[in-house]
């Protein structure tokens, strides 16, 4: 995920060219070094927009947003006319409300692949801003407009809000099944703007589908309630994407509270990508997405931030007409 603790793989050393060649072969890699560099630079810039950092809104461009659907649709994903018929709807445990019966943790208590669900999906950034194609998770939430995702912070804005977003539900193996949909709106806590607040790391994008006026996306895919006043320790389970994956994992433990303002679920090998997936409780019970604490957490502990009262007016400014 965008911001998760990476355990950085030792470099192999060996022996050094000598004299002027180490000198020509320093600047020739140095040179290198800036060219590139400067070029991440103009890429990020490029797809960034100050919005209004004082409140933490965003309002998208829709010129800008269809062309970054087209450009997932250039080649990255692939829409079908018929959605799969055997998607299960988020968190239906087999047709168990797990939080009372029927759950258990995972064995071994390690991320694992599961089947692509409805209400779940990737978030897509084409064009050179650095991250690979599908770069974070997001989720579908009950709202008045039907039209609302929760995803992390970090994923939407960073030195800017992003512009070239794009969210594809129930995302497997290059195949968009619900549509390729893009913001009309990013909101965040004007905490996570000014100074990247960890416990103000959510942020909630209302959504629309380039060439379908007024399909709505909460109809399409259903969507999760946000609970924003969960007891803990819970049963729950965390869901999202890796980058480099074609389809979701999953990991199901006990979450706890770390601390008064987080969320902790302790599952191993949950990479980066997964940063604004669903930690849920119950059936179709939202209590956070992946995020907060050290950018979400590492390979053996994910965070979120806890929903209370910030979160709850994030989302009540959200749904507002």
């Not at 018929?85 to 445990?93: L, N, Q």
């Not at 209400?119 to 194609?133: M, N």
């Amino acid at each position: 995920m965008v911001g998760k603790v990476d355990e950085r793989e030792r470099q192999r050393g060996r022996a050094a060219p000598r004299g002027s060649m180490v000198v020509g072969l320093l600047c020739t890699v140095v040179l290198a070094g800036v060219g590139y560099v400067a070029w991440e630079l103009r890429g990020i810039a490029a797809t960034r927009a100050d919005g209004d950092p004082a409140q933490g809104v965003y309002q998208q461009d829709p010129e800008r947003a269809d062309k970054t659907a087209a450009s997932v649709l250039d080649g990255i994903v692939r829409e079908v006319t018929e959605p799969p018929k055997d998607d299960k709807a988020f968190g239906d445990g087999g047709g168990a409300d797990w939080r009372y019966a029927g759950w258990q943790p995972s064995d071994p208590l390690e991320a694992r692949p599961a089947p692509a669900e409805p209400a779940v999906g990737a978030l897509f950034s084409p064009g050179g801003d650095g991250d690979p194609d599908h770069h974070c998770s997001a989720v579908v939430v009950h709202s008045p407009r039907g039209d609302l995702i929760a995803t992390a912070a970090h994923c939407v804005y960073g030195g800017g809000f992003r512009t070239n977003l794009a969210f594809a539900p129930g995302y497997r193996d290059g195949v968009a099944p619900y549509g390729i949909w893009v913001p009309t709106r990013i909101d965040v806590d004007p905490r996570w703007t000014q100074d990247q607040d960890p416990d103000h790391d959510i942020a909630l994008v209302r959504l629309r589908r380039p060439g379908y006026p007024g399909q709505r996306l909460e109809d399409v895919t259903g969507g999760l309630t946000m609970d924003f006043g969960s007891e803990l320790p819970a049963p729950a389970r965390l869901m999202g994407y890796p980058n480099y994956a074609e389809q979701p994992l999953e990991c199901r433990n006990t979450a706890v509270p770390a601390g008064p303002t987080q969320v902790r679920l302790d599952c191993a090998d949950v990479p980066n990508g997964t940063s604004g997936g669903p930690v849920t409780t119950g059936r179709g019970t939202l209590i956070g997405v992946i995020g907060g604490r050290d950018g979400g957490g590492d390979e053996e502990t994910s965070y979120s931030v806890r929903f209370g009262d910030a979160v709850r007016a994030l989302y009540e400014r959200s749904t507002k007409p």
